[in-house]
């Protein structure tokens, strides 16, 4: 079983940055396709990065590509999500996701899912 919890939300003016973490027990993170996947209220899961396991490769939205990074920290068995020049319409809660099966955008791909961190950016 795996078990995700994430930190480093808040408020933030348009145009910071933000750094997430993702910490994760239960398996290395390296060995994890790992996601970022946000929501607003009364709108589905959107999907932000993803880091897939044994490798480098990521994944990253249109809507945060040039301005956000992800990266995995494998001394901290955690994964971290950099947004910078923040937007108004980045404001929502923020998961990290973890799976085995395939990295991809969609949620059902991953098995194994945080509490979610708000990440409020106000105008």
């Known amino acids: 079983q795996v078990a995700l919890v994430e930190s480093g939300g808040g408020l933030v003016q348009t145009g910071g940055s933000l750094m997430l973490s993702c910490a994760a027990s239960g398996r290395t993170v390296s060995n994890l396709n790992i996601a970022w996947f946000r929501q607003v209220p009364g709108k589905e899961r959107e999907f932000v990065a993803a880091?897939?396991?044994?490798?480098?490769?990521?994944l990253i939205a249109d809507s945060v590509k040039g301005r956000s990074t992800i990266f995995r920290d494998n001394s901290k068995n955690s994964v971290y999500l950099q947004v910078n020049r923040l937007r108004p319409e980045d404001t929502g809660v923020y998961f990290c996701?973890?799976?085995?099966?395939?990295?991809?955008?969609?949620?059902?791909?991953?098995?194994?899912w945080g509490q979610g961190t708000q990440v409020t950016v106000s105008s």
């Open positions: 880091l897939r396991r044994l490798s480098s490769v990521t």
């Open positions: 996701a973890a799976g085995t099966a395939t990295t991809g955008t969609m949620a059902p791909n991953y098995d194994y």
